[in-house]
């Protein structure tokens, strides 16, 4: 899931998409691809893996023309990063489309009936299921209208999506449906626009309707019609955007790091997606190859990571420890392959990147499996290295974190954790069905209080600074003595650079910011463990 663009207007489609896609490309991405109809050769498609100018190297190759179209940036969350699993994704008939972000909690089971009724699948993603839920719905009443196929076929769809659909058979039309992944639409001068997030059309047109959940929009050349899951006309709502493109990047956040604090509530939203059953309580991962027996007789948890991760994995062994009953050794995963750690082959290792490329974390992998322990990984992004050797993978889906200091990763990072140890808990027996149903449902309830928490009035939470003459940076690394008023504070206003006088691993020192801003012994708050 990612950047999504699409277009219905006079001017050239492709370039129009590809620009837009490329003003996504800080949400980070693996693979892009577009798809236009109208130019009289139905309905063409081209994706690459990569980069986007591997897309517009096949463009130059294999030109499109067309009056319509849509394109997609992926991050991938089910399937490898390839041409094949990249957006868009066809039907049987191969005269639909669909992109797609979020995910689709029940997408094995709708995969299994439609596979019933001659359906062939030929990706690896829950995306693919979209387009032929929706070409199911046109099989069975041919002369239903677009909008109407994709609104039943939504219905049946459990989990998070933004969704476009175009089709050849319906020319100059596009359907686009939201329900949690964010979605806006664009009006301009005679010609239409569907994007992700602001910046992909912002250069075209100010004027934008935010696709709330539960809504469908029509886009057709003469204009945009709302309406909500069941039918029922909606008025749009335009507003005119003030932001300057490099603030829309942003979302009209002063900074990244500000955008990625208040993304953190959807970060623990799609990393539980499609993994707990809220009404049971019951853990699910369809990634994790151990065998029940492999984790009811693991003798422990070893977790190597680095920076940020090592933080969490402090958290994680609390969290295992409490829940399964299983001891946890966290180490730093610089030093693991250095103190040559014992052979265990109970063991089960946990590895926690947000990369998934983290030389000394993949050290540690190596030396792990060398030893004989099966390992884990959770990290942000599928298919990296980590995710090649792991006997499983807990995807974080908390999207690329631009910010210097972790926000959303991290807040990803613990819910992963938290998945994790109430699986094992589960699995070996040590949580009661009654107690893993009260976790399930506090965990659902998160999102919501995080939200809550991050709409409090700005003036509460940055009020806690006025009337302190904040001294500069070098001043705070010379004299860390800090005024009371500063009490529970020095985690947020202590320079990032200022090193603790004790000698710290020098290996830290290139993983984590935040972990240049140790406290000195005897000041107000310590994160040491």
Avoid at 108 to 119: D, P, Q, T, V, Y
């Amino acid at each position: 899931m990612c950047g999504i663009v699409g277009y219905i207007g006079p001017k050239p489609v492709v370039p129009v998409i590809i620009e837009g896609l490329r003003r996504l490309e800080y949400r980070g991405y693996d693979s892009a691809g577009i798809a236009v109809a109208g130019g009289g050769r139905g309905l063409e498609l081209r994706r690459a893996p990569g980069k986007l100018r591997n897309l517009e190297a096949v463009l130059a190759e294999r030109p499109l023309h067309g009056s319509f179209g849509i394109g997609h940036t992926r991050w991938a969350t089910h399937g490898r990063p390839t041409e094949e699993n990249a957006h868009p994704h066809r039907d049987c008939t191969h005269s639909l489309v669909v992109v797609h972000n979020g995910i689709v909690e029940n997408y094995i089971a709708l995969k299994k009936e439609l596979m019933g009724k001659g359906h062939t699948f030929v990706t690896e993603t829950d995306t693919e299921i979209i387009a032929h839920l929706i070409e199911q719905e046109l099989k069975e009443l041919p002369e239903l209208p677009l909008e109407e196929a994709v609104r039943e076929a939504v219905k049946r769809l459990h989990g998070a999506f933004a969704i476009g659909v175009m089709s050849a058979n319906e020319p100059d039309k596009l359907v686009a449906a939201r329900m949690g992944p964010p979605a806006v639409l664009g009006i301009g001068d005679g010609e239409y626009f569907l994007a992700s997030d602001v910046p992909g059309i912002l250069h075209h047109t100010r004027n934008i309707h935010f696709l709330a959940d539960g809504e469908l929009a029509v886009l057709t050349a003469d204009g945009v019609t709302l309406s909500d899951f069941k039918g029922a006309p909606l008025p749009l709502k335009v507003q005119r955007i003030a932001w300057d493109p490099i603030q829309a990047e942003k979302s009209g956040y002063k900074h990244f790091m500000l955008k990625e604090i208040n993304e953190q509530p959807r970060a623990v939203r799609d990393t539980a997606l499609g993994r707990i059953a809220f009404d049971t309580g019951q853990v699910f991962f369809n990634d994790l190859s151990l065998t029940e027996e492999q984790i009811r007789s693991a003798s422990q948890i070893t977790i190597a990571a680095c920076g940020t991760s090592w933080h969490a994995g402090l958290a994680g062994k609390f969290m295992i420890e409490r829940l399964a009953r299983l001891p946890v050794d966290v180490d730093y995963a610089s030093e693991f392959r250095y103190r040559d750690p014992i052979a265990d082959p109970t063991a089960i290792g946990l590895l926690i990147t947000q990369s998934g490329e983290t030389a000394d974390t993949l050290a540690a992998q190596a030396e792990m499996i060398a030893k004989g322990s099966p390992t884990l990984a959770i990290t942000n992004v599928v298919g990296s290295a980590v995710t090649r050797l792991a006997a499983g993978t807990i995807t974080t889906n908390a999207g690329p974190e631009i910010g210097v200091a972790s926000t959303k990763a991290f807040t990803a990072q613990l819910t992963a954790l938290f998945l994790l140890a109430l699986h094992l808990a589960q699995t070996r027996g040590t949580i009661t069905a009654a107690e893993s149903l009260r976790l399930a449902t506090e965990l659902s309830r998160l999102p919501a209080k995080l939200e809550g928490m991050l709409s409090l009035n700005r003036a509460d939470t940055t009020g806690m600074s006025e009337g302190v003459a904040a001294p500069t940076a070098t001043a705070v690394a010379a004299e860390p003595k800090l005024p009371p008023e500063w009490a529970g504070t020095e985690r947020r206003y202590r320079p990032r650079l200022s090193l603790d006088e004790q000698c710290q691993h020098i290996a830290r020192l290139f993983h984590a910011a935040h972990d240049f801003s140790l406290p000195r012994p005897g000041h107000p708050l310590s994160h040491r463990a």
